[in-house]
């Protein structure tokens, strides 16, 4: 009888032991916006002693776990986002408090997440089930972007922030400060304006977007056009309802809602499909844009996977993420402009490399640093989508982004993106073909000290000086008759021409 007893409470007593002691196991926090969207975190984890790998599931991907300790209650780990070479590491902490952990993710730049897990069922790591995609077959161009789509974009400024409110208000800044005039014609709402979708399956907006079709009109109203975003899988990148297999249904409610532009951001669909499937995901799509009566620029934003510049146009796609995301300091501006001009031969009217959009006046940046963002952008024929809130820009920011002579460089309507002609250590010279004959040159100095940078006109339009050489940021020509010129370029300046005869 005793034996009988004990066994059972053993056995009790170890599993007890050893389930307090591990944490290994699938789990799931849920943390609730103020829009109402609920967004899931997942987290498989494996344990050996104090070492913990495993991975975190989101909605934007799956993320290895590294660098994971357990040390008694206190758990540590840090995962990477973005561009493999380049990662952002977002560190995490948590304390074991029973069947829960308490965990704090601090992503750098954004809010501190704080979420409790719990002990979930395995199949909350699983992604749905792949549906079939179409046989390849290009859908024709939209006819829309023949230069690089301008306006604005709420992410790089607002993210989950973005609201009715808000969009209202920086279509009115755009027509005020003259944004709209120098052409940033598209006002871009990005994630988190999902809410649900119905019995039907059809999408509503969430409470921070209660009429989509009223703010439409209203962004129309002021002569300007409205985009929207959504991904090809079931989430978005910010968690919230994406339209994988309601691709038809949601272009036909966009219609309805008389959008302009979507933005298609691969997100969960990685969870999904592979990179090779990434083509005939964004086809479903363009496809689905293509029956609409309205046409609507289609924005690829799958961070340069794949060789998007390959298969984008056949997509109908009119610009393709060339990048990871962009963050507003130096390093991350400048490691992706300057990398573009291995792309240029694949940018041509109506189908742009877009190496993500603006973050002028954002703050992160010196002045010198915007100007050379915008021109490098500029030379590259990249979309021009201000990231900043146009409500309340300084007179510098304004003069960045509202320099006509800069933008016109941008706008040209060869089409050629620009590329690189020389490097000397930290000085580069970049040139760009332009319409007429002319052609534009930036001298941009990447070094920590100002740079005197010499330049010889015959190398740009062949033997004599040209007749008309204009400094962009100066506003004026400039003079001397000298077979070379020299300028001074600050650190992370840029002296921009346009060379004509
Ligand atoms: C991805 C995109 C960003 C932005 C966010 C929104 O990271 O690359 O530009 O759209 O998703 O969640």
Request: proline residues 6%; charged residues 20%.
């Amino acid at each position: 009888m005793r034996i009988i007893f004990r066994l059972p409470f053993l056995v009790l007593i170890c599993s007890f032991a050893s389930s307090a002691a591990s944490i290994t196991g699938a789990w799931s926090a849920s943390v609730a916006a103020s829009d109402g969207h609920v967004t899931v975190t997942s987290f498989s984890f494996e344990q050996q002693g104090s070492e913990l790998t495993g991975k975190v599931v989101t909605a934007g991907g799956e993320r290895p776990i590294k660098q994971g300790k357990v040390d008694g209650e206190h758990v540590t780990f840090v995962i990477e986002l973005g561009n493999p070479a380049s990662p952002r590491i977002v560190p995490w902490e948590g304390t074991i408090a029973g069947n829960e952990i308490h965990l704090k993710s601090s992503p750098p730049g954004r809010p501190v997440m704080e979420m409790v897990a719990k002990p979930a069922d395995p199949g909350v790591l699983l992604p749905p089930a792949k549906l079939p995609l179409p046989a390849l077959k290009d859908v024709p161009w939209n006819h829309l972007s023949r230069t690089p789509p301008m306006g604005w974009n709420s992410w790089n400024k607002f993210q989950g922030k973005v609201d009715d409110k808000t969009v209202r208000e920086i279509a009115d800044a755009m027509v005020r400060t003259g944004m709209k005039d120098a052409g940033y014609h598209y006002v871009n709402i990005d994630d988190t304006w999902q809410g649900e979708r119905d019995a039907q399956g059809k999408i509503h907006s969430n409470n921070k977007f209660p009429d989509m079709k009223a703010l439409a009109d209203y962004v129309h109203n002021k002569g300007l056009l409205i985009g929207i975003y959504s991904s090809p899988g079931p989430k978005t990148c910010a968690g919230y309802e994406g339209s994988f297999g309601h691709e038809e249904q949601d272009a036909q409610t966009y219609e309805d809602w008389t959008i302009d532009y979507l933005k298609y951001d691969w997100c969960s669909a990685g969870l999904i499909y592979s990179d090779e499937d990434m083509h005939a995901a964004y086809q479903k799509m363009g496809a689905a844009l293509a029956k609409l009566a309205r046409p609507v620029v289609f924005s690829l934003c799958q961070y340069g996977k794949a060789d998007v510049w390959t298969w984008g146009p056949k997509v109908s796609g009119n610009l393709w993420r060339t990048t990871g995301d962009i963050q507003d300091n130096w390093n991350s501006m400048s490691d992706i402009g300057f990398d573009q001009g291995r792309l240029a031969p694949y940018a041509a009217p109506g189908h742009w490399n877009d190496p993500d959009m603006l973050e002028i006046g954002n703050g992160g940046m010196t002045d010198d640093e915007y100007r050379t963002h915008m021109s490098l952008w500029s030379m590259l024929a990249a979309p021009l989508l201000a990231g900043n809130d146009v409500r309340a820009m300084t007179l510098a920011t304004m003069s960045i982004l509202l320099n006509k002579e800069v933008i016109q460089i941008d706008q040209d309507k060869l089409g050629k993106e620009g590329a690189r002609l020389r490097q000397e250590g930290e000085q580069e010279i970049w040139t760009r073909e332009l319409t007429g004959g002319a052609v534009a040159v930036a001298l941009f100095n990447r070094g920590e000290a100002p740079a005197a940078m010499t330049i010889k006109w015959a190398d740009f339009m062949g033997g004599k000086r040209p007749t008309f050489i204009r400094d962009l940021w100066k506003h004026d020509f400039v003079k001397g008759t000298g077979e070379t010129w020299t300028a001074t370029v600050p650190k992370h300046g840029v002296v921009l021409l346009r060379m004509s005869r």
